[in-house]
């Protein structure tokens, strides 16, 4: 006899594990994240990167402001702080002077970074302080709705600037270079493994370090200008972005529609806030 | 016409409409949408103003602080942290004299970040020396920037004004708003008269220097009296403008079922609308009990409180902030009004919607429910969990 048909269950469904869930707060996913954003292979790029480097957790610290990248300080394992709007880089700089082992991490975007706390960056840059600055830059203020910030494109489109912006933006890998870095690198979030390697050497490096993460914001800025989804922004870095090792951070400059540099700009040593500090406290005590 | 709009886009009307020379702006949730509405009719060239999309709120003010006492109408938004940051530039728009108009989307303030209402932003500008007022709904946000312009740019006032509405709650749903037509907005707002403005190269004037200790005092003394007048020039505004519109504007506050009441509820901001609801229900079981929502709260009509308060039993003052380690401010003011009156209620503060915990018709209840008995002075919190 024939029975009832068996009711095939239905799958259970399991969400894929992400491959660097140690170094995540799992109790805060899912993320914010808009689908086809950047912001999650800059993460994960970073947290590989961690991986790699192999340190002890407890000496890392990861600072955030406020913005769509500043979601990071609360989604990773690790001691981490998400500051004020602008502020990621001299509550880092506390930081780093009261525990000089701690390796400090500044995560953030480029609004954040370079406008309501621009003055910090060139400041931090200057003074040579030994901590790694990652700027996922998306051109825009994702989190407030996509308004104008200081890397917008000319003639890009955001919210306060409708019918294209006209102020010049800031090229960061040049504005880096000049404030002092001595690490500078540009990748975008397709070069995922380049990206990765990048970071690897600016956490390794002694110094003021700078990697800037080229990012699609699907949600805002793609949207007003026509960019189409994540993937297509994707696509338009593989057919845009110039791997130039070295090149000059001058020529740096991002123009919508035109090819744009990638590679590492600035690799150099020279002395740390803190070696300069101690230096000159052996100086003063030699004299007594 | 009647229109639906949210609060943000009635503050952004009623600016278009008053169309002033510079907005200096800084994005921040919740306030963002205002400076996007504003920045799409500068590009539409429906108005002429100098829309300047600066790098901070701190920039924000300071270029308003540079372009009013160049001699231009100027406007400008912001929330929570924004406030907190610009803070600085506006004791030096109060001190300057400069009549800035400022839409502040209350919002917590950190730590932790919150994104949604209570009024910490508000009572942290306080003794700053602007003129602040509350709208209840996006209709009164409207009408008061409109009367802003009119009192922060009197004359005899000359301070910067700020109109607070409620984050979310008012800035981002969709009311009624019944807007005026533009010519009459235009009118009723004036041209505007500068005053020793920087661009009148004809009589140079300098701005904003040293005073030491033989000046300074004179000067904020200035300061206060420049506020002390604000209540006549609020009830002339308000009235000139309550005929023009048709709106029951009439005082520094609504009485709400007041003149009788027994027990009463003194609060600002959007809250009080669910008040209203409690109220009438509670009127209807025969309880006698009003509400007091404070339209102008600095400078704060102490006078006027006292009258309107004097005959009731038992007030409960309702804070969206705290001054820590004291009580809510709002309740300080109301309670040090009756310093010297025999005849007075007795007084209970309630803290209540902290980083935007709900408050519901019930705990509007909760508070009429428990007026009677709680201990005169008592510092209770609504919506808590304790
Ligand atoms: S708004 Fe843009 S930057 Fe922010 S999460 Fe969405 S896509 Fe990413």
Redesign the pocket.
Known sequence: MPGKPKEKAAPEFVPARHPMEKYLRTERLPH???A????GTALSCFLFALDELGWDLDSVAVVSGI???GRVAGYVRLDSYHTTHGRALPFATGLKLAKPDLHVVVFS?DGDLFAIGGNHFIHAARRNIDMTVIC?N?F?Y??TG?QLGPTTPLEARCTTAPYGNFEPPFNLVYLAASAGATYVARWTTLHARRLQHAMVEALSRKGFTFVEVI????????RRNRLGE?LDEMRYYAEHAVIRHGADPKEADIVPGKDFLIGKFVDMEKLTYLEMYRAKVAQLKGKR | MKKTMTGHKAVAEAMRQIEPDVVAVYPITPQSEIAEYYAQYVADGIVHTELVPVESEHSAMSACVGAAAAGARVMTATASQGLALLIEVLYIAAGLRLPIVMALVNRALSAPINIHCDHADAYLARDAGAIQIFAESAQEAYDYMIMAQRIAENERVRLPLIVNLDGFTLSHSVQVVEPLPDEEVKQFVGEFKPVYPLLDVENPATWGPFAMPDYYFELKRAQQAGMETVPEVFLKVQEEYAKLSGRPYKGFFEGYKLEDAERAIVIMGSTAGTAKVVVDELRKKGEKVGLLKVWLWRPFPKEEIVKALSHVAKVAVLDRALSFGNMGALYLDVTSAFVHREERPTFVNYIYGLGGRDTTTEHIEQVFAELDAARPGELRYLGLRE
């Open positions: 914010i994240w808009c086809g954003c950047g912001l913005g769509c990248a975007g996922v998306n825009n994702g989190m996509g990012s699609p914001c699907p949600t805002n800025y793609g994540g």
